[in-house]
C-alpha cells in the first residue's frame, strides 16, 4: 500500500507540472478545433448570441462550397503558388545550399545573407514590393525605363494576367531561405569519406551529386517539400497587404475567402467549413507526400 501511495504520489506530481501546458492547450488549441466543426453546421453571423439548435442547418455550407466557384479558383490559385514555390523557390535554395557547402571564403557571411528574408516582416515584405511593382511610380517600372524597354512596362499588380505571379515571386523570394538552412544542414551530415569515395574511383562531380547527394538527401527533400506546401497553400498576409485579393479575385487564395466569408459576409458557419475542407486538404497532400517518401526510401 505504501508503494502504491509512493507511485500515486508521483504521478500527481508529474501531472502538477504538466497541467498549466494542458490547460493552455485545451483552452486555446482544443476547445476552438472543437467549435469550429460545430459551427460548420451552423448558419451564425458572428454577433447576435449563438444557439445551436436555432442555427443549425446540418451540411448545408459544405454542399454550398462544392458549387463555390470562387473558393475552388482560390484554391488553384494556391496551388499555382505552390507548385512554383516546390521548383523555383526549392532549386534556388539548393543550389545557393551546395554552394555554401563548399569551401569557400566568406560563406559563413553568404548563410547570414541567405536566411535575412524569412525572418523579414511579411506585412514590411509586402509593402515594400507592392511599391516595387506599383504601375505609376514603382521602381521595377523605373528601372524598365531607364534601361529604355519602355515597352515592358506594366501595371504590375493591376494586371489579372501577372499579379498572381507577382505575388508568387515575391513568396518565392521571401521563404527560399528556410529551404536553404534545412537543405544546408541536411548536406552537411553526409560524411566527406563518400564523396573522396567517389571521386578517387573518377565520378564527376555531378554523378556524385545523383548518386551520393540525392540518396542521402531524400529525407530532407520531404520534410522540405512538406513544409514548402503547407507554408505555401496557407499564404496569406503577403496577398493581404499586395493585393488584398484583386484585382477581382485573380489573387484570391483560401485563407483570404476565409477572412472574406467571416468579415466581409458575416457568414461564420460557412468560413468554418471552408476551414475544414481546407485543413483536409492539407492533410491529404502531407499524407500523400509521406506516402511517396517511403515508396523512394524503398527503392
Not at 459551427?39 to 459544405?62: E, K, M, P, R
Not at 547527394?213 to 520531404?222: A, G, K, L, N
Request: aromatic fraction near 16%.
Amino acid at each position: 500500500m505504501k508503494i502504491k501511495w509512493t507511485t500515486i504520489k508521483a504521478n500527481l506530481e508529474n501531472l502538477s507540472f504538466a497541467l498549466p501546458a494542458i490547460i493552455i492547450f485545451a483552452i486555446f488549441y482544443i476547445y476552438p478545433f472543437l467549435k469550429v466543426f460545430q459551427l460548420s453546421v451552423c448558419n451564425w453571423n458572428g454577433i447576435d448570441a449563438f444557439s445551436f439548435s436555432q442555427y443549425y442547418t446540418g451540411l448545408v455550407n459544405f454542399k454550398e462550397i462544392l458549387v463555390d466557384k470562387i473558393w475552388w479558383q482560390s484554391m488553384w490559385h494556391a496551388a499555382y503558388i505552390t507548385l512554383i514555390a516546390l521548383t523555383f523557390q526549392n532549386v534556388l535554395a539548393l543550389l545557393l545550399a551546395m554552394a555554401c557547402d563548399r569551401e569557400m571564403k566568406a560563406r559563413n557571411y553568404y548563410r547570414v545573407i541567405f536566411f535575412i528574408p524569412p525572418i523579414l516582416s511579411e506585412v514590411v515584405v509586402g509593402l515594400i514590393w507592392q511599391w516595387i511593382y506599383d504601375g505609376n511610380y514603382g521602381l521595377l517600372n523605373h528601372l524598365l525605363q531607364t534601361m529604355g524597354w519602355d515597352q515592358l512596362i506594366h501595371s504590375w499588380l493591376s494586371d489579372p494576367k501577372t499579379a498572381l505571379t507577382c505575388v508568387a515571386i515575391v513568396h518565392c523570394w521571401k521563404g527560399f531561405g528556410w529551404g536553404f538552412i534545412i537543405l544546408l544542414a541536411g548536406m552537411q551530415t553526409i560524411p566527406r569519406q563518400l564523396y573522396e569515395a567517389a571521386k578517387v574511383d573518377g565520378a564527376s562531380s555531378w554523378y556524385a551529386f545523383w548518386h551520393v547527394t540525392v540518396p542521402m538527401m531524400i529525407p530532407v527533400f520531404v520534410l522540405v517539400s512538406i513544409l514548402t506546401v503547407l507554408g505555401t497553400m496557407q499564404v496569406f498576409i503577403l496577398i493581404y497587404t499586395m493585393t488584398g485579393g484583386g484585382p477581382g479575385y485573380h489573387t484570391e487564395v483560401p485563407v483570404t475567402r476565409i477572412l472574406a466569408s467571416m468579415t466581409a459576409s458575416s457568414r461564420f458557419g460557412y468560413a468554418c467549413a471552408q476551414g475544414i475542407l481546407f485543413g483536409l486538404v492539407l492533410l491529404i497532400l502531407s499524407f500523400t507526400q509521406k506516402k511517396l517518401s517511403e515508396r523512394l526510401k524503398q527503392e
